[in-house]
């Protein structure tokens, strides 16, 4: 496709104003794939929903592809959804919702310009929730918090928002308030119309959208009498001492608007879906990595002129590269980079260029992807994702631009804690081990240590949480046609380090303790069996390099 007439400055802003790019966060269970596809629903994009596990002969979620996914009713991976709303065209980014695999959530993070907080109503805020919003927090995200599961037996709404309010520290506004405890919801109030109670009559099973019904107040007095009235009590109460609604504040992270449903019987998800129209962001300038400074003192005396601090949006084409995932259509057996354009406009067919090499190619084969669903993508605007096909050149945290060079920012890895050494069953399959391993490494599904000493056929895997592990070993098998065995190795700890370090920590020969090559970046990883041990070393060797890698994401 021609680039020789890009769209204006203007037509880029108008789109770029129309998209809201989203992610929906949460501790396992919480019900995050199925609110996924009950915003799909209510966006129509879908027309029947299905419970996670696929009960009773249902099929599984429409953003969870991985067989492995299906058969534990979990998300492992990240899926991109896009739809229609009201005009405007929503990204929806799927994260994993378990703790072993939080590393490929930050990297969503990255990619999206507010999250939605799910929250058990029985459960309050667990600790997964509690990591992943302070991972919004890091990344400046703002946050809607939607309370799930209303139909079930749980907390006190006041008590569950005090809980948001001293352990995350950002004060809940509500924006939708429940009429009824916690298993018992009658229906729902706006705090921005109290005449009116919403009404809803659930569908068997949820597979379609709840039938609403408006009640004005003198008919919600007259049917639910106390618990309307100690409804609109709760919510004056909570609106009269907190400071309001405040578009600046929530961008800033320092309100969460606050919505009360139930995502398996479509109960509030309207309501939210509208909220993410009208409250999220739209995206906006992106900060730029900073420039390297060279001798002579660098950046600060050259005016500020030479790089710029944030890429608009308006500007040339420019997207990060936030995931890889390989064989999401096992019939052809290929690779898709998932790219947030960041700015400008993205045309198939365009040349890019990869800022870490400065090499340009085309993007022949560009997707949107709808769960393992996709279609040719022509024309994208800033907030899209577009899954670019077999660009094997791309890892996870690139830059691409067209255009004027920009880079953004690279995206941390997390300190893994247990740590394998890979083995093919069968040497006979070692080109395929090699390629397998390869492959999830730039996926970013382990990250792949190696040393001399143990050589190309037994690399050490090192993840951050053990089901990773179990994702590595069933796509070496039925991916890459190459089980494997893992030998687990007795660190927990690791710390990055230079040459002189990995020397130091070699002539040591500590038992539990070895110097490794991440082979993503040849950063090298010193590791410890425990911090006993990297204490001891440490006294020992105080002028040694040792330095934290983000260990949670606090």
Same mark, same amino acid.
């Given at each position: ?10 037509q880029?802003?108008?789109e ?5 790019t989203?992610a929906v ?16 629903l209510h966006?129509?994009? @879908?027309?029947s929903?299905?419970?996670v596990?696929?009960k ?5 979620v ?5 067989e492995?996914e299906?058969?534990r ?22 994260t ?21 907080m799910?929250?058990?109503a029985?459960?309050?805020l ?7 919003f ?13 309370i799930?599961?209303w139909?079930?037996?749980?907390r006190?709404a ?5 809980? @948001?309010?001293?352990?995350?520290g950002i004060?809940?506004v ?14 729902? /109030? ?7 109670m919403?009404? #809803?009559?659930?569908?068997p ?17 007259a ?5 309307w ?5 709760e919510?004056e ?10 578009p ?11 919505f ?12 939210l879906l ?8 739209a995206p906006?300038?992106?900060p ?5 400074t ?7 005396g ?8 944030t %890429? &608009?949006?308006?500007s040339?084409?420019?997207?990060? /590269? ?13 690779r898709?980079?998932f ?8 045309e ?8 870490a090499?400065? %090499? ?6 560009a997707?949107t992807v709808?769960?393992?669903?996709r ?11 577009v899954?670019?096909i ?14 004027k060079?920009?880079? #953004?920012?690279p995206?941390?890895?997390?300190? &893994?804690?247990?740590?394998? /050494?890979?083995?093919?069953?069968d ?5 395929? #081990?090699r ?8 996926e970013g599904?382990?990250?792949?240590l190696?040393?001399d ?5 037994a690399?050490?895997?090192a993840?951050?949480g ?5 994702v590595?070993?069933?796509r ?9 065995a893992?030998?687990h ?12 370090g ?6 040591t020969?500590l ?13 090298l ?14 006294r ?15």
């Open positions: 496709m021609s680039t020789d007439h890009p769209a204006s400055a203007p880029v802003l108008q770029a104003e129309r998209r809201r989203f966060i949460s501790h396992p269970d919480a019900g995050k794939s199925t609110l996924t596809e009950a915003l799909a966006a129509q994009a @879908i027309t929903a299905g419970a596990h696929g009773g002969g249902r099929r599984g429409t953003s969870d592809w991985m492995l299906r058969d009713g979990i998300s492992v991976t990240s899926a991109a959804l896009q739809f229609g709303h009201r005009g405007h065209v929503m990204n929806l980014v799927d994993p919702g378990h703790a072993d695999f939080s590393e490929d959530t930050y990297r969503v993070l990255a990619a999206v310009d507010c999250a939605i799910l929250v058990d029985a459960k309050g667990e600790e997964q929730t509690r990591k992943l302070s991972v919004c927090r890091h990344r400046g995200v703002p946050v809607i918090t939607f799930n599961k139909d079930r037996r749980g006190e006041l008590e569950l928002l005090d809980d @948001i309010e001293t352990v995350l004060t809940p509500p924006v939708v308030w429940p009429v009824g405890n916690a298993g018992n919801l009658r229906g729902l /109030v706006q705090a921005s119309d109290t005449e009116q919403l009404r #809803f009559t659930r569908v099973g949820g597979t379609h959208k709840a039938v609403e019904e408006r009640l004005t107040s003198e008919q919600a007095t049917e639910e009498g106390g618990l009235e100690t409804a609109l009590e919510l109460l909570v609106l009269s001492s907190g400071p309001g609604w405040d600046e504040a929530f961008r800033a992270g320092k309100i969460s608007p606050v009360f449903g139930a995502a398996l019987t479509n109960i509030g998800v309207g309501l509208d909220a993410v129209v009208d409250l999220a962001p906006g300038p992106r730029l990595a900073a420039p390297a060279g001798g002579g003192g660098g950046a600060a050259s005016g500020g002129s030479a790089v710029p601090a %890429r &608009p949006v308006e040339d084409f420019s997207g990060l /590269v936030f995931k890889i995932q390989a064989n999401m259509d096992p019939a052809h057996r290929d898709i980079a790219v947030r354009v960041c700015s400008g406009v993205f198939r067919g365009m040349s890019v260029t990869r800022a090499s400065g %090499r340009s190619f085309a993007t022949k084969y997707h709808f769960g393992a669903e279609t040719v993508v022509d024309t994208s605007y800033p907030g899209d994702v899954g670019l077999n660009a094997t050149a791309l890892r996870v945290g690139d830059t691409l631009y067209a255009g060079k920009a880079e #953004f920012p995206l941390p890895a997390f300190a &893994p804690e247990h740590f394998a /050494v890979a083995r093919p069953k040497i006979s399959r070692s080109k395929q #081990f390629k397998g391993i390869s492959q999830l490494d730039e599904v382990v990250q792949v190696v040393s000493r143990r050589g190309d056929q690399p050490v895997l993840a951050v053990p089901m990773q592990f179990d590595v070993l069933h070496m098998e039925h991916e890459f046609s190459s089980p494997i893992l030998d190795l007795p660190y927990n700890i690791a710390r990055v380090t230079d040459a002189e990995a020397a130091t920590l070699h002539r020969r038992v539990n303790g070895e110097a490794l090559t991440r082979r993503s970046d040849d950063v990883l010193a590791l410890f069996g425990d911090k006993w041990q990297m204490n001891s070393f440490v020992g060797n105080p002028d040694v390099k040792l330095e934290a890698l983000i260990a949670t994401a606090d």
